[in-house]
Nanobody
């Protein structure tokens, strides 16, 4: 298990921006992918964005063009810049990391977007 520390999140009005950050210890080797998931009340957890092999990225269709996942300055750190937020982006956002094929999860951070 990889310990993940999340920060950011909060409440914002529609059209606003937030930035989430996630980091694991830079001494950990073998993390091949980091990603952000979210879970809205009463819904299943869904993939929002991921960064993997040679800094490739992929996004859920619902956030494409509004969210940007990027590597942090430190090893094993990622950011999720969320722009033009919509009420449907509300939920608990979880950071994940895959190391040697095994996923680990952060505790989650709440994002609330009001209309």
């Amino acid at each position: 298990q990889v310990q993940l520390a999340e920060s950011g999140g909060g409440s914002v009005q529609a059209g606003g921006s937030l930035k989430l950050s996630c980091a694991a210890s830079p001494r950990i080797l073998g993390i091949s992918e980091m990603a952000w998931y979210r879970q809205a009340p009463g819904k299943q957890r869904e993939l929002v964005a991921r960064i993997f092999e040679e800094l490739q990225t992929s996004y859920a269709d619902s956030v494409q063009g509004r969210f940007t996942i990027s590597e942090g300055a430190a090893k094993n750190a990622v950011h999720l810049q969320m722009d033009n937020l919509k009420p449907e982006d509300t939920g608990v956002y979880y950071c994940s990391a895959i190391r040697l094929g095994v996923p680990s999860w952060g505790q989650g951070t709440q994002v609330t977007v009001s209309s």
